[in-house]
């Protein structure tokens, strides 16, 4: 939860931002330390659970979002990539 917590306040800040850029979020993906993976929708800030890691050991995780449904997780310095 603390993960969400900070990543809720980055994006708020990034809306403020934007907002005052006249400028709009796209949406993003971020993980939390269980291996859940959150679709956020840069107009409402909603997140969205989208994808869980099977068997996930090893902290941290870097996610990209690659198109197409479809994210690359850098796990354990070994690149894969998961449909969503």
Known sequence: MKHVTHAATIA??????SANAGITL??????????????VDG?????????QFNNFTNWPIQIAYLGDGVIAG???HRIDTYDL
């Open 43 to 51: 107009a409402t800030l909603q997140a969205t659970e989208v994808f």
């Open 74 to 76: 850098n796990r354990s």
């Open 12 to 17: 708020a800040l990034l809306v403020t931002l």
């Open 26 to 39: 796209s949406d993003m993906y971020m993980s939390n330390s269980d291996g859940v993976v959150y679709r």
